[in-house]
């Protein structure tokens, strides 16, 4: 189960790696807006918990201004995050890796919240 889960995390690294030149033009904040940048939700890395509130990284206002900074560009928020989601696996699972970061709660801690909310 443990390999099963290491082996999936090294496939998204493999992945998003070959994906990550493209998304550097997504990863930076768009200049008309910098609530982001102002923000001091930001991650500490390599623990990828908040420096303000201490929760597991996006915490609920870094998500908040993260949809007002990507409003009407969802598909950026993704991107963006699965930037941010690469990041964040190769951290985790260098402080630890056994057990590494299951690739189910990575995705629902940096993607699902991106979507469409649900009714
Ligand atoms: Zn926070």
Redesign the pocket.
Known sequence: MIDEIRLSCSAILRLLSRQKRAFRSYRRPKLQDRRWLGS??RPMRPTWL??????P?P????RLLLGLEYRGDRAGLAVYMAGMLFDATADLLALNPNPGPGPVEMFERFISWTGPATR
């Open positions: 001091p939700h908040c420096r303000v509130c201490a929760a990284w915490c609920q206002p870094a």
